[in-house]
């Protein structure tokens, strides 16, 4: 089988491996991965691969080399576990391999639930392979979108109810860094259609005319200008990870910001700058999306969690798919070169790429 690997300690170190591929034992699952989407996301997994412990996923049993968590489609190729057929084609998280064995428990309707052991004591939103038969999220025609957005789409999902369950959405604008980039695009799709909500999207001087044509933000802000933003109650949304913007929107707002949530790294490299007890203002709180999915599977179950997300899910499909270019390429080293690319910031914020796996 052939892996995709990520030096840990040096993200631009990569390469693609070879190893013997494995067979299914009692109780487990053999996956082929067919193809998934790469964005920015990935990068975040990787940056915050040994803090959140999103290497420990799929482990490479090489020292110092880590698999890259993607999202994207598989193939059950071989089953030793009733309920779960070969041929069943699955939505979840994979690994840049072209193999996954699991160990599926709670199998309903095809779906499953990896009860691999090194993967217990890692977050529970990440285990679940969903049934394209069953999944109320799933059209054909819009595979595509479902491994760009999806998770990125459930990320923006909790974050717009946060801000609203917790009032900050009536208390002042909310000021979203990295403004052209998906998660923080979703988060404003779904703010946009509240009432009374208003909008700052801070982006880099090129990508303003892009964020300002989405028609989703009120007002667009390049970093340069975030001194010509109105002094008073604010909340703050740090999708970029940048330290310098950091420093600089907490400078600005000082004591009037109400709330900073550390959401991303979409501007890796700074992600170090601007610690949190350097900074005038609330210190920010990073935002980790599976301790939201755990408190509103609490207070509603999660079937009715994976309805509402479903249900704001279709309307932004169709939104998107207006403008958003997707770009399909093939192999190990599509996902090498595009890695690069993503991890460097050269994808147009209008584009997002696919990728599948040769058989």
Same mark, same amino acid.
């Given at each position: 089988m052939?892996?995709?690997?990520v030096?840990?300690?040096d993200?631009?170190e990569c390469r693609i491996?070879?190893s ?7 109780g487990?699952a ?5 193809r998934?989407g790469?964005?920015?996301n $990935?990068?975040?997994y990787a940056?915050?691969?040994? @803090?959140?412990?999103?290497? $420990?996923? &799929?482990p490479t049993?090489?020292e110092g080399?880590g698999r890259? =968590? ?6 059950v190729?071989?089953?030793?576990v009733d309920?779960?057929?070969?041929g069943?084609?699955?939505y979840?998280?994979? =690994?840049p391999?072209?193999l996954?064995?699991v !160990?599926?428990a ?25 049934? !394209?038969g ?10 595509d979108?479902?491994m760009?957005?999806r =998770?990125?789409f459930?990320t923006?999902?909790?974050i717009?109810?946060q ?5 900050l959405?009536?208390?002042g ?8 980039s998906?998660t @923080?695009i979703a988060a404003a799709?779904?703010?946009s259609?509240?009432?009374?909500v ?8 090129r ?7 989405? #028609?989703i933000?009120?007002?667009t802000?390049?970093y ?5 933003? +109105?002094? #008073?109650?604010a909340t ?7 330290g ?5 929107v907490h400078?600005?707002f000082? +004591? ?7 959401v991303?790294a979409?501007?890796w ?5 601007g610690?949190?007890?350097?900074l005038?203002?609330?210190? =920010?709180?990073?935002f &980790? @999306?599976?301790?939201r999915v755990?408190k509103?599977?609490?207070d509603?179950?999660?079937a009715i969690l ?8 279709h309307p932004?499909?169709?939104w998107i798919a #207006?403008w958003?270019?997707?770009?399909h390429?093939s192999?190990?080293e599509a996902?090498? +070169?595009?890695?690069l690319e993503?991890l ?11 990728i599948?796996?040769?058989?």
């Amino acid at each position: 089988m052939s892996d995709f690997l990520v030096k840990r300690d040096d993200l631009r170190e990569c390469r693609i491996a070879e190893s013997e591929a494995p067979a299914a034992g009692p109780g487990q699952a053999l996956l082929r991965v067919d193809r998934f989407g790469l964005t920015a996301n $990935n990068v975040t997994y990787a940056v915050m691969g040994e @803090a959140m412990s999103y290497w $420990n996923f &799929f482990p490479t049993g090489e020292e110092g080399w880590g698999r890259v =968590p993607m999202w994207g489609f598989a193939e059950v190729e071989q089953s030793e576990v009733d309920g779960v057929e070969a041929g069943t084609r699955l939505y979840g998280y994979l =690994p840049p391999s072209s193999l996954l064995l699991v !160990t599926p428990a709670s199998v309903d309707r095809g779906s499953f639930v990896d009860r691999s052991a090194h993967r217990e004591a890692l977050p529970s939103a990440y285990h679940r392979y969903l049934a !394209t038969g069953s999944d109320p999220f799933y059209r054909a025609d819009s595979e595509d979108i479902q491994m760009l957005l999806r =998770p990125l789409f459930f990320t923006s999902f909790l974050i717009d109810d946060q801000l609203s369950d917790e009032g900050l959405a009536e208390r002042g604008p909310i000021v979203i860094s990295s403004a052209s980039s998906k998660t @923080a695009i979703a988060a404003a799709f779904l703010l946009s259609r509240r009432n009374g909500v208003e909008l700052v999207g801070l982006t880099s001087p090129r990508n303003a005319e892009l964020v300002e044509g989405l #028609g989703i933000y009120g007002r667009t802000v390049t970093y340069e200008e975030i001194d010509s933003l +109105d002094r #008073g109650p604010a909340t703050y949304v740090d999708v970029a990870g940048d330290g310098a913007v950091r420093q600089a929107v907490h400078s600005h707002f000082g +004591d009037e910001l109400i709330h900073s949530m550390a959401v991303g790294a979409s501007h890796w490299e700074e992600l170090g700058a601007g610690a949190g007890s350097e900074l005038p203002g609330p210190a =920010p709180t990073f935002f &980790f @999306a599976p301790d939201r999915v755990n408190k509103r599977s609490e207070d509603w179950g999660p079937a009715i969690l994976e309805q509402r997300v479903a249900e704001t899910w279709h309307p932004f499909c169709e939104w998107i798919a #207006g403008w958003l270019a997707v770009i399909h390429r093939s192999g190990f080293e599509a996902v090498r +070169d595009t890695y690069l690319e993503v991890l460097e910031g050269r994808v147009d914020p209008k584009a997002a790429h696919v990728i599948s796996l040769d058989a």
